[in-house]
């Protein structure tokens, strides 16, 4: 497992970005895959992006539509989130997870997939 911690979040205006971090610490946080998932009152946590542990692959919640981007720094053990295009339903908590490199696709997007988690960064948008 690694020590995964969140940044960035906060409150911003339909339309507007933030960007979030997570910084990972631990003796493997560079050979895993990192994900985000994001969870909003009332609802289930949700798959929204990840990223393999080289940076090549990235996958994407349907969802996401070409709003947000993932990418990571491993020199920085540093996984990042770009949100653009934000609107009152991207409002939730947001999580960053990492597991071992994932021999499947299908298992970028489970959520019981991954060993660590961050405690989440709160991103509010409001309309």
């Known amino acids: 497992q690694v020590q995964l911690v969140e940044s960035g979040g906060g409150l911003v205006q339909t339309g507007g970005s933030l960007r979030l971090s997570c910084a990972a610490s631990?003796?493997?946080?560079?050979?895993?895959?990192m994900g985000w998932f994001r969870q909003a009152p009332g609802k289930e946590r949700e798959f929204v992006a990840a990223?393999?542990?080289?940076?090549?692959?990235?996958y994407y919640g349907d969802f996401v539509k070409g709003r947000f981007t993932i990418s990571r720094d491993n020199a920085k053990n540093t996984v990042y989130l770009q949100l653009n295009s934000l609107n009152p339903e991207d409002t939730a908590v947001y999580y960053c997870?990492?597991?071992?490199?994932?021999?499947?696709?299908?298992?970028?997007?489970?959520?019981?997939?991954?060993?660590?988690w961050g405690r989440g960064t709160q991103v509010t948008v409001s309309s």
């Open positions: 631990g003796r493997t946080s560079s050979t895993y895959a």
């Open positions: 997870a990492g597991q071992p490199q994932p021999y499947h696709v299908s298992d970028y997007k489970v959520s019981g997939r991954y060993d660590s």
């Open positions: 990223i393999s542990w080289s940076g090549s692959y990235t």
